[in-house]
């Protein structure tokens, strides 16, 4: 069964999920970082490569001719990974496929609309059996 993590409170979403990203990378498993909104996968690939200049993490968006070699995905297609390792969810709604991934974080913002979205996503889950970890990073 997926395991669940609740990434709560980010003040700026897309530093958790660099970070994050950046975790999965040095454990050399894979990830898709799901979104289906293009300008926050614009945003998120700018963050991935100008954030950290010391570190790089290979990443490439889904439909990519090389994306089963890369270990970092930024879309919504799960086939485009080699392995279905980890799940990074950006957006508003529950990923169908979560269920293929060893593991699901979610990452849910400070914006009402954002927790909303996140506490609905958790009940989601809850109902359904999947523990659930929680990290609380007000003030981080």
Same mark, same amino acid.
């Given at each position: 069964m997926t395991k669940v993590d609740f990434y709560f409170n980010a003040a700026d979403k897309l530093e958790v999920a660099r970070k994050l990203a950046g975790?999965?990378?040095?454990?050399?498993?894979?990830? !898709?970082?799901?979104?289906?909104?293009?300008? !926050?996968?614009?945003?998120?690939?700018?963050?991935?490569?100008?954030?950290?200049?010391l570190s790089f993490i290979p990443h490439l968006r889904c439909g990519h001719q090389q994306a089963k070699e890369t270990p970092l995905l930024i879309g919504t297609d799960p086939d485009a990974l080699a392995s279905?390792?980890? !799940?990074?969810?950006?957006d508003a709604e529950c990923p169908s496929c979560f269920s293929r991934f060893e593991r699901? !974080?979610?990452?849910?913002?400070?914006?009402?609309?954002?927790?909303?979205?996140?506490?609905?996503?958790?009940?989601?889950?809850?109902d359904r059996g999947y523990a659930i970890e929680n990290h609380d990073l007000a003030g981080k």
């Open positions: 975790k999965v990378y040095q454990s050399g498993r894979q990830a !898709l970082l799901y979104t289906a909104d293009d300008r !926050l996968a614009n945003a998120l690939d700018a963050a991935i490569w100008t954030r950290d200049k279905p390792d980890v !799940l990074i969810n950006l699901l !974080l979610e990452v849910v913002g400070t914006d009402p609309a954002d927790v909303q979205a996140g506490r609905q996503r958790y009940r989601f889950y809850k």
